[in-house]
């Protein structure tokens, strides 16, 4: 049993340079993002800048008519203090697909993810999310672009509540009304049964049953991009099967999934493109 609640809100790392992304409610991993608002399917004009859309808005989350990667980083640096943890002269991420991301403890792997889940800001150069410079938005413009992101952590957060709830509470907090289907939806795609499921409290989940629950209630409300660090650290070969077929699901839906993981044979399969982050260097 390790469902366990938690709230997953901490703000923005002590020690870190000044520029973080300015938003009060800079939310971290967790629960966090799933209380952060609704999920965008679609991506409106406006965040795509100077794309080339000569047929009309552009309206899909996988949009092919779009030249502008979905992620842009150019000469980006992360410090905490006045150590650079993270140094990125150039890396552009395409919509779509698998990412993964390997590298050596201490390799700068989650400090590159909290900067994709749009949590921190590069404390020097550039990071473009779908055409938009991050870094000099206002807190309501990234609290809005964060909504379409969403980061699961190795440890699963769960609400103190049943499976059902847990996996309803990001779509209840985007206004959705009606949860049922959705919430059957994202149990099936993390394979489990909603008959046998949806009402069990937190505590009687194993621990990957936790992570498929956490991960489903990400999935609920389609994110743009799901973001995973560690998802399989502590499971089982089948439950890192699971999360591995609902990865390739929701990739095929168009969601953009990138990946930290150790576990090499877990990922090559699984993975379009492998980035390897090592002493705070992208290579890949
Ligand atoms: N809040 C922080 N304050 C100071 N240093 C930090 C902080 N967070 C991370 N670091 C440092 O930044 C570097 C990169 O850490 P990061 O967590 O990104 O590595 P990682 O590749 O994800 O490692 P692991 O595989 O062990 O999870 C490490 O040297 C770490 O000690």
Redesign the pocket.
Known sequence: MSGREDNGVSRM?P??CEHNIPADDALAAGAGDMADGAASEAHPEEIHPGAAHTEGPCTGVLCTRCHVPLYQLEGVVRR??ERT?LDVPRLDITAGGITGVV?P???????LLRLLALLDAPCRGELHFAGEAVGPLSAARTAELRRSVTLLLQEPYLLRRSVYENVAFGLSMRGVRDTADAVRGALELVALDPDVFLHRRWFELSGGEAQRVALAARLAFSPRVLLMDEPTASLDEDSAARIADAARAVAGRGTTVIV?S?DRDWLEPLADRILK?RRGLVEG
């Open positions: 790392s020690g870190s905490h203090g943890v590298g403890n201490g390799g700068g792997k989650s400090t930290v150790h982050v």
